[in-house]
């Protein structure tokens, strides 16, 4: 009897994976979009891509990305191992939900006004990325928590 918090807190975890996930997919479709506007984009005779300003976007949002996979990747795995931490799936949630934001901002960027447009998922990728950092724990929570392990061994 009055377990709920306790019970709530044990399924958090898993779900906190899932939106990780699920925020992956969205930042690999949303840099998908990114990639195959500023190949084919030309401005002042060439690829807007082979512009550093675009080109350095796109390599920090791969990086980001893969960053962000593979704290996922990891989490997951421990999770079937039945090793994972809290801490492990916080920071899972927090990078792949500000990762998906950051490239859902910069795919829009790369787009100029286009990406704001109804006709691409951007618009919409971008506008769900926000709740994406509320749920399951809020980026702030999720920050407490890997701070909390980190401290506990040392008595603070």
């Not at 918090?5 to 975890?13: I, K, Q, R, T, Y």
């Not at 500023?38 to 300003?53: H, S, T, W, Y």
């Not at 704290?71 to 931490?85: F, H, I, M, N, S």
């Amino acid at each position: 009897m009055h377990k709920g918090f306790e019970v709530a807190n044990s399924w958090l975890g898993a779900t906190r994976l899932q939106v990780a996930s699920t925020c992956l997919g969205r930042a690999e479709r949303a840099l998908g979009h990114a990639i195959s506007y500023a190949a084919e984009r030309k401005q002042f005779g060439q690829q807007i891509g082979k512009f550093q300003g675009v080109s350095f976007k796109l390599a920090d949002m791969a990086m980001e990305l893969k960053a962000a996979e593979l704290l996922t990747r990891e989490a997951a795995w421990k999770y079937d191992q039945g090793t994972v931490t809290e801490a492990d799936m916080s920071m899972a949630k927090l990078k792949a939900t500000e990762v998906l934001a950051m490239i859902a901002d910069e795919a829009i960027q790369i787009h100029g006004g286009m990406g704001l447009m109804d006709e691409l998922p951007l618009e919409r990728i971008w506008r769900d990325a926000r709740v994406e950092r509320i749920w399951e724990g809020t980026s702030e929570i999720q920050r407490h928590i890997i701070s909390r392990e980190l401290l506990r061994p040392h008595g603070a």
